[in-house]
């Protein structure tokens, strides 16, 4: 009975975390500039690994993969918003020059 | 200098354990590894770590402030997805994309990094460039700009960072 419910949980986090990500693939394709399309990747990536990685861990319950999956979702939520100044500067600066 | 020696050792403490996390706490080599690799890396990185002259003492107070703030974080975070996700599979996207500036308060390296990462990560906006206390901000629409403003977050990242004020 657990493991129904259990899985019908992760399912439902992984399928919206897809649906995220697909939405920032469309934004990416749909927006105007590239600031506008930073907008779009950084944030459906960030809910969207978000999602899929907290259905992950509740599919494995209270394991050390739990605490693994838990550590990524970490670094990859302080390395989404780095990474996209990063991209953001460049562009500011080259579109200042 | 006991000071600094704190700070390596905590250092050493966070590397290790992020070790031990993924090593799954066994066997007894992979410590071992774990530990040489651990000094390795900041003896690799010794120039570039944050130094304790630029740290501030973490309080119990600023502590506290963390959780309200992930909290506050998290809700805008989410919002922020909703209504990027709206605007993109809106038939005619309705954006006017603008630069602002905003004079942000805080004072130490760290409150002001986390600040511009969670600006990012709210609705509609980015954090383009640093320049002394102002951050130039890229919003796609003129309400987002507004609605960061108001934030609250803000006042709890004030609260980490001066827990005498």
């Known amino acids: ?97 | 200098m006991r000071g600094k020696w704190v700070v390596w050792l905590s250092y050493f403490a966070v590397l290790f354990g992020l070790w031990l996390i993924l090593a799954e706490f066994s066997p007894l080599s992979e410590w071992i590894i774990g530990a040489l690799a651990s000094a390795l890396v900041l003896v690799w990185l010794r120039r570039s770590l944050l130094l304790p002259r630029d740290i501030r003492p973490i309080t119990p107070r600023g502590l506290l402030a963390f959780f309200p703030f992930l909290m506050h974080w998290l809700k805008d975070l989410l919002i922020a997805n909703v209504e990027v996700a709206r605007i993109v599979l809106s038939k005619n996207m309705d954006i006017k994309p603008d630069f602002y500036t905003f004079d942000q308060p805080l004072k130490s390296d760290v409150a002001q990094a986390t600040l511009a990462n969670a600006i990012t990560l709210t609705p509609g906006t980015l954090t383009v460039d640093y320049d002394n206390q102002t951050l130039i901000i890229h919003s796609l629409r003129p309400h987002h700009y507004d609605d960061l403003k108001s934030a609250t977050f803000l006042a709890y990242l004030k609260a980490m960072e001066a827990p005498d004020a």
Request: hydrophobic share 55%.
């Open chain 1, 1 to 97: 009975m657990i493991t129904l419910i259990q899985e019908i949980v992760a399912g439902t986090l992984i399928v919206l975390g897809m649906f995220f990500f697909l939405v920032a693939l469309l934004g990416l394709l749909r927006m105007p500039d590239v600031f506008s399309r930073i907008h779009t990747t950084t944030k459906g990536d960030t809910l969207g690994i978000g999602l899929i990685i907290v259905g992950l861990m509740v599919l494995s319950g209270f394991t050390a993969l739990s605490l693994k999956l838990f550590v990524t979702l970490v670094l990859i939520w302080i390395t989404t918003p780095t990474a996209a100044h990063l991209i953001a500067k460049s562009e500011y600066e080259r579109d200042a020059s």
